[in-house]
């Protein structure tokens, strides 16, 4: 059978990670220079969609490191509502995978013209988007064809992670990502079908995560709307017990990304009371009586959420397929969406 169009961009992950890290060594160089010199009190995020959801991975692991507080802006106050933000000493993060949305690109004009620094993760360094930054890091990922985002996700974050460690000068995080690409190899090799069994058939779902494990979460739920005509909901295993459990009952499945972090135990603990309540539960850990789906070896708190997405990935493709749907070509959406 012949491979969809997603499942061989899947497949290309470890290879465009790879690509990432290596083909942008000097220009990250470049503006981890210039942003120690400048020093960042601020930074804002400018995306949509799935780069959205690498934006917030990026917000949880910038605010780690650095202490910095990271905020998305809603690129509709440039576009739409014409409003001029005063961004002295800020970052101005925008990411896009075609480069072409005329407003992530009207606010990332905005932001450089009221004094940030603006620096743009993109697939086409060609774009507009890019002409628009400061500094352009390129995903290097090579032409997504496929409607649902996969490998430029992974490199959006891949890029995130590797401005900062080299911003921050962090030999762990560094050491990480050089070890991300044979990890995602492995990544790809994980059998979720225990999973897929209890889905082929079901009409929702949550997805929970904490930190940067958070903005996996979301990305996975609109991967499941958008290749499986599945209403999946994303919640911070922090805020699911505060009125979406209300929902939960007898049979309701719940895939949980938990990771070997400072969030790990009490997001186990909330994992086993929405058992409690009959749901059924998949985590990313062996949890006594949840069903354990298998992970790549942990590599770094702010990497493993991205392994478990690549996993996810693979096993996402394959269960759109089981439910006789085409996943390179979601109903209703197209590859490039322009929004003003």
Same mark, same amino acid.
């Given at each position: ?14 290879? /465009? =990670?790879?690509?990432? $890290?290596?083909?942008? @060594? *000097?220009?990250? %160089?470049?503006? +981890? ?122 490199? /959006? =974050?891949?890029?995130? $992670?590797?401005?900062? @460690? *080299?911003?921050? %000068?962090?030999? +762990? ?168």
């Amino acid at each position: 059978m012949t491979k969809t169009l997603m499942a061989q961009e899947i497949a290309e992950i470890p290879a /465009s =990670v790879a690509a990432c $890290l290596d083909q942008n @060594a *000097a220009g990250l %160089d470049a503006i +981890a220079t210039r942003l120690r010199q400048f020093d960042p009190q601020l930074v804002i995020t400018v995306a949509r969609g799935s780069s959205d959801h690498a934006a917030s991975y990026f917000k949880y692991a910038c605010e780690i490191l650095t202490g910095i507080p990271v905020a998305s802006v809603g690129p509709s106050v440039a576009s739409v509502y014409h409003a001029k933000l005063r961004l002295p000493r800020t970052l101005a993060l925008s990411i896009s995978q075609s480069g072409q949305s005329p407003d992530i690109v009207a606010m990332t004009r905005a932001g450089r013209d009221s004094g940030a620094i603006a620096v743009s993760l993109t697939n086409n360094p060609d774009s507009a988007l890019a002409r628009e930054s400061t500094f352009c890091l390129p995903l290097q990922c090579g032409p997504e064809r496929s409607v649902a985002a996969t490998k430029s996700f992974v490199t /959006s =974050v891949v890029g995130g $992670l590797a401005l900062l @460690a *080299a911003w921050r %000068d962090d030999p +762990a995080l560094s050491r990480a990502l050089a070890a991300l690409p044979d990890a995602c190899e492995h990544a790809l090799g994980c059998d979720w079908g225990a999973l897929s069994d209890r889905l082929v058939r079901a009409p929702a779902l949550f997805v929970l995560g904490r930190g940067a494990g958070y903005a996996i979460a979301s990305e996975m739920a609109l991967k499941f709307k958008e290749t499986c005509a599945i209403h999946a909901e994303a919640y911070s295993a922090a805020e699911v017990l505060h009125g979406p459990a209300a929902l939960v009952e007898r049979g309701f499945p719940v895939l949980g990304m938990i990771c070997e972090d400072a969030a790990r135990a009490s997001f186990t603990t909330t994992a086993q009371k929405l058992h409690q309540q009959g749901a059924d539960v998949f985590v990313t850990d062996d949890v006594a009586g949840l069903v354990a789906l298998p992970v790549a070896p942990p590599l770094h708190p702010l990497v493993d959420p991205l392994l478990r997405v690549v996993s996810f990935y693979a096993f996402i493709e394959a269960l759109a397929r089981r439910r006789g749907l085409t996943p390179d070509t979601p109903r209703h959406l197209r590859k490039v969406t322009e929004t003003v």
